[in-house]
Each structure stands twice: as C-alpha cells, then as structure tokens.
C-alpha cells in the first residue's frame, strides 16, 4: 500500500473525530442560555451565533481584524504582564496558525492542482508552487514558523517546570501537551534531517513530498540541515521514521478538542466578544 492510500486511510477518521471531538466541547458552551433563543437547541443557538458573528463582522471589519492580530495572536494584554509568557505564547500561537496556513497552501497547490493539472491544462500553474520560483519559499517558510513552535515550546516547559512562577499551576494535561508538541516538531526535524543526510530515502520515494534541491537545503531547511550534520552516520529504518512521527500526529490532532490547545481555537472569539463589550461603538 503507497505512502498517500495509507495516509488518508488513517487522515479520514482522524479528521472525523477531530470534528465530532470539537462538536461535543462547543456543545458543552451551548447548554448555557443564548439571549433571544432561550429554547433553541444547540445546533440552532450556533447558527443564531454564527450569523450574528459575521454580521458584526461586516459592520467594521477593520476592528474585527485589527484585534484579531493584535490581541488573538500577538496578545498585546499578556506582553504588558509578562514579556518571558509573552514570547512563549506569542512563538506557539503564530507559529501554528502560520505553519497551518503555509501548510494547506503547499499542500493545496503542489497535491491536488498539480494532479488536476494533468488532465486540466488551466490548472497548469501549479506547477509553480511544486517546482518553481515559488516552491523554495514555501519550504523555508514552513521550516522557519516550525521553528518558532519549537522555540516557543521550549520557553513553556522552561517557565513551567524550572522557573516555576508562584501563580503557575501545572496539571496532568499541561505536561502531556507540552510533550506532545516537543516530540511532534523534534521527529518531524529529525526525519527531514534525516533525509539530507541521505539521499537515498528521496530517490526511493519512502515519503509523500517532492523535496526541493539538496543544493538548497543548507538553507531551506536550515534547521533540518542542522541535524542532519549528525545523522550522516546513522541508519535508521526511514519507514519507522515516517510511521514514528505521522501516527503521534494523528493522535494530537483527536486529542486537540480534549485539551487545553483548544484554546488556539476559542481564544479568538472569547477575546473579540470581550473586547466588543468594551468598545461598542469604536
């Protein structure tokens, strides 16, 4: 079975629980009473909250984004509480919704455009984001905001369990997320790493990317040339490798809803509603 069949044999239900995984949580928020729709079941208070969100939205769409950037992802109230807590949540939460967005770009254009392109001539272009001038960028993006989870998450685990803050309190669920973050970005360096190094893992295909020029990778891949330094030496079976880093993936994609990373996801519209109730007429 190829590499793409048995990705998407395990992606499909993952992608299914995440959603249902998501569902139950909103759920929960929704028993609560909704004003104007104190009877309405849960899937029609979302609908109520859902239209007047994009209502609000087009009223000011400046406002709306202005505090999107500025208080989702950049959170300008933490940095005047703490720069060191700042930094860290700041590196985490850019750096996924950057990576996710650099990611479903790639992926979009050099899988499905560039296989429509083969029996669609229009969708042609696409072969820009797989081969061309553009395809070098896309790399040393995804690489560069990788990073910064991985820098952002190393400053968490060192606040948590080294500098300790009296306030601070870790949980069952702050380690198991902070371990899953750390692992998921080492091995995927790791595996890159590892196929700098050698070669031979890209010319045999035992992973689903076209990879860009080993010429460019020194700086592409910039971490990932890092290590592979060190790995020139070492033979590791490049299937585990793969399988060692996509399975604990999918699992922290259904473990997403379950945890406190759902706060990536509802921190956004927690901090515009607060912030509308302060301003309502800015």
């Known amino acids: 079975m190829s590499k793409h ?12 629980l995440f959603f249902w995984g998501m569902w139950f949580r909103i759920s929960l928020y929704l028993r609560g009473t909704l004003e104007g729709a104190e009877n309405a079941t849960p899937w029609r208070k979302m609908t109520i909250l859902i239209g007047r969100g994009w209502q609000g939205f087009w009223k000011r769409p400046g406002w709306y984004i202005k505090i999107l950037i500025t208080d989702v992802i950049f959170h300008k109230r933490l940095f005047g509480q703490s720069f060191y807590r700042w930094l860290a949540h700041t590196l985490l939460v850019f750096g996924f919704i ?21 029996s669609i001539p229009f969708f042609s272009f696409a072969h820009v984001f797989e081969t061309g001038a553009i395809r070098p ?5 995804l ?19 080294f500098i300790r803050p009296q306030q ?7 380690i198991v997320t902070l371990i899953f973050i750390l692992y998921l970005e080492l091995s995927g360096f ?35 040339y890092f290590l592979s330094l060190f790995l020139k030496d070492i033979t590791i079976n490049p299937h585990f490798l793969w399988y060692a880093h996509v399975i604990p993936s999918l699992v922290w994609f259904v473990y997403i809803p379950h945890s406190k990373l759902l706060h990536i996801f509802t921190s956004s519209v927690t901090v515009i509603a607060d912030r509308a109730k302060e301003k309502p007429h800015e």
């Open 168 to 174: 601070l309190k870790t949980e069952e669920e702050d």
């Open 98 to 118: 950057a990576t996710f967005i650099v990611d479903m770009i790639k992926g979009f254009t050099t899988g499905y455009l560039v296989e429509l392109s083969h």
């Open 143 to 161: 690489e560069f905001f990788s990073f910064l989870i991985l820098v952002g998450c190393i400053l968490a685990i060192v606040r948590r369990f």
């Open 190 to 224: 790791f595996i890159e790493g590892y196929r700098i190094a050698h070669p031979e893992v890209v010319a045999n295909r035992v992973y689903m990317a076209n990879f860009t020029p080993p010429s460019a990778n020194n700086w592409i891949s910039f971490f990932g």
């Open 5 to 16: 069949v048995l990705f998407y044999v395990m992606f499909i239900p993952t992608v299914l």
């Open 137 to 141: 960028y896309l790399d040393f993006f």
